[in-house]
């Protein structure tokens, strides 16, 4: 018994000693020199030592990945324990696209007021190298109770989105865990500005603790148009149709009957035939691979018939079973309507 005991002390004092030193005086919530986000999650590899990516969306906004998706960016900054990106005038948030299954909430960048995801820099030591690290230990939802943290869960092309879990929450999307993680501070002033381009690249970006192939999805419409003709299926096309985020008329889903979501099958033909089946009048796609059944929109929901309107959802959101579809936008769905039987089956115009 003695013996081991002294074993088990040694190993200790081995584990204490081989441990980096974090200095005791604390750190600011400014970082005003440039910096990458890397995630750390040691106990998932998939996710592990990725960087954060910017990939632009409707209104100037721009949705946080990791993985094969957006742009990586060398020059972000900590002001006021917000992430800020300058060159672009956005900054991290926390609102829209709350999820029922395991209630997260999306974390974007905007230029807009939403309320802020606030983070506090702190020493630590890196799990893989035992080197010290500033990590971004995340603080608060502004405006929310205090606490929670910061997840990544899958969404399309083997990549992950950034989100949001309260304090307490123990729900899982057995389909899509949204998989703890921790940001850390990863210098970069000596390196390459980021690319700004929406273009479709393919670009390794070399570091020296890392090499990754970044791909970015092109803003171009798809060769099949800005919306799928479903009038033989007995669906009009009826435009482009906003969420709560960009309207001030209350926190309701535009369509909030079924709904369903597909990674790699979802086409506008898909979701009009769930809806029909599931005794909706309309279907609409959003985000490449979400699917929303309703029997009503509400007046403020309405879609444009402008050329402009359209364009919120022929930005490069192409369908995930059919990349020549445009399935909605960022937090606007493309919206088809049940044609009766009593009248014909026309789309709308848009001038």
């Known amino acids: ?76 900054t900590l002001v006021g324990g917000v992430i800020n990106h300058v060159p672009n005038g956005v900054r991290a948030v926390i609102g829209g696209e709350f999820s029922e299954i395991d209630h997260t909430t999306k974390m974007f960048m905007t230029g807009r007021g939403d309320p802020r995801a606030v983070f506090q820099p702190t020493y630590a030591c890196n799990p893989d190298t035992d080197e010290l690290q500033i990590e971004l230990r995340f603080v608060t939802w502004q405006d929310h109770p205090e606490g929670g943290h910061i997840c990544v869960r899958s969404a399309f092309d083997n990549s992950h989105e950034f989100r949001y879990s309260p304090p307490g929450n123990e729900l899982i999307d057995v389909d899509r865990e949204c998989i703890k993680v921790t940001l850390v501070v990863i210098p970069t002033t000596d390196l390459p500005p980021p690319q700004t381009s929406s273009t479709r690249t393919s670009t390794t970006l070399s570091t020296s603790t890392t090499s990754t192939a970044i791909s970015t999805p092109t803003g171009n419409p798809p060769s099949g148009g800005p919306f799928t003709d479903l009038t033989a299926m007995g669906y009009r096309f009826l435009g482009c149709a906003p969420e709560e985020r960009w309207t001030d008329d209350g926190a309701f889903r535009t369509l909030s009957g079924a709904t369903y979501s597909s990674d790699n099958a979802m086409t506008n033909e898909a979701c009009a035939a769930f809806c029909g089946e599931s005794g909706f009048r309309y279907a609409g796609t959003e985000w490449r691979r979400e699917c929303w059944c309703g029997n009503d929109v509400a007046p403020t929901r309405q879609p444009a018939t402008t050329l402009a309107g359209l364009a919120h959802c022929n930005d490069g959101y192409r369908c995930t079973g059919d990349p020549t579809q445009n399935c909605g936008g960022d937090a606007w769905l493309s919206l088809y309507e049940r044609c009766d039987g009593g009248e014909g089956c026309e789309n709308a115009i848009f001038t």
């Not at 919530?29 to 954060?52: G, L």
């Not at 949705?63 to 957006?70: C, Q, R, S, Y």
């Open 1 to 76: 018994m003695v013996a081991q005991r002294s074993i088990s002390a040694l190993l200790a004092g081995a584990a204490v000693s081989s441990a980096c030193t974090i200095p005791t005086e604390p750190l600011g919530n400014n970082i005003d020199y440039s910096f990458r986000a890397q995630v750390q999650n040691a106990s998932r590899p998939e996710v592990h030592n990725q960087y954060m990516n910017l990939f632009e969306a409707g209104g100037g906004d721009r949705h946080l990945f990791i993985g094969p998706v957006g742009v990586p960016t060398y020059d972000l």
